[in-house]
């Protein structure tokens, strides 16, 4: 979607001068997978209007590749609007008859998965109307041989006139799971893990987020492994979700151990709480290689700035 961010202090019902940016879930992992060196295609719909066409130029200037995204003639771009803070940026949502909300299951048998690795989707997508759930039904049911990554992203607002108890079954049908402890208590009324865990007992990767505090990993037949996150000046945090999700799942697809994926996905995480936009930019690559094998004294001590 096109991002509109504020240009200047002050209250947003009073700010005059607003800045285009471009976010959304998946797109964010798109571009933060590509910045870590794993080739991806970014599947969607966008209007053919100047937010479409700012969008597109933008995620493929990160190098994702976009030939899968459809270009709809009758529909526009989605839009949402961020208020900028450090503690929690509220968003407000515009893509109510959005393209991207027109998508359905047809796009399936459309998509060349030869070679494919990883389907990452999110139950952003689910929400947005009758089509896209069925979109979603066709992905997770079809036969596979990708690893799919679900992110519940829990957005209420989405769900306040639709039946979010098929986010269960959706993320159920993954293989790995990312959700953060609020997200969880909402969406399925519980965040304790090994509740979790029996709510959604295939997925082989249970990914918990548990805000600044780190993220945990339930995998099947293992004991539960905790990361705790960096220190991070946070200039805002959205964004920050899908950055740890791509990092997390850079690191699965390269066969690190699970504490470095954890790793990984908190120093991704920590590129996007430094800046306004979704997607921040990269942290010196000695920085990176430094944190991720140092011991639990050094990690703790760390402060991305």
């Given amino acids: ?72 003639p009758a529909r526009p ?34 998509m060349d998965l030869t070679g494919i690795r990883l389907v990452h989707v999110s139950g952003i997508t689910a929400a947005l109307s009758d089509s896209c759930l069925e979109l979603m039904h066709a992905l997770v049911s079809a036969t596979r041989t990708h690893l799919l990554s679900f992110d519940l992203n829990w957005r209420p607002a989405l769900w306040a006139h639709r039946e979010s108890g098929v986010l269960r079954e959706l993320a159920n049908a993954a293989d790995i799971v990312f959700a953060g402890e609020d997200e969880a208590a909402a969406a399925f009324g519980t965040a304790d893990p090994l509740a979790l865990r029996g709510l959604l007992p295939d997925p082989a990767t249970l990914v918990l987020k548990h805000g600044a505090r780190g993220a945990s990993v339930l995998a099947h037949g293992e004991p539960a492994v905790f990361q705790p996150a960096l220190k991070v000046a946070v200039v805002e945090p959205v964004g920050a979700g899908d950055a740890f999700a791509a990092g997390f799942l850079a690191a699965t697809l390269a066969g690190d151990d699970v504490a470095r994926r954890l790793r990984a996905g908190h ?31 050094t990690w703790a001590a760390a402060v991305i700035t």
């Fill in 1 to 72: 979607m096109a991002l509109l961010v504020p240009g200047e202090s002050g209250p947003p019902e009073l700010v005059r001068t607003w800045v285009r940016s471009v976010g959304g879930a998946e797109s964010n992992v798109a571009c933060n997978l590509v910045r870590l060196g794993v080739p991806t295609r970014w599947v969607s719909a966008l209007g053919d209007d100047p937010f479409g066409r700012a969008v597109l130029a933008e995620v493929a200037s990160f190098g994702v590749d976009t030939s899968g995204v459809v270009i709809d």
């Fill in 77 to 110: 771009t989605g839009l949402y609007v961020k208020e900028s803070n450090a503690s929690g940026s509220p968003v407000r949502y515009y893509r109510s008859g959005s393209a991207a909300s027109a998508l359905g299951p047809a796009l399936v048998s459309t």
């Fill in 267 to 297: 120093l991704q995480a920590a590129t996007a709480l430094r800046t306004h936009d979704d997607v921040g930019p990269p942290l010196p690559d000695e920085v990176v290689e430094a944190l991720l094998d140092a011991d639990a004294a």
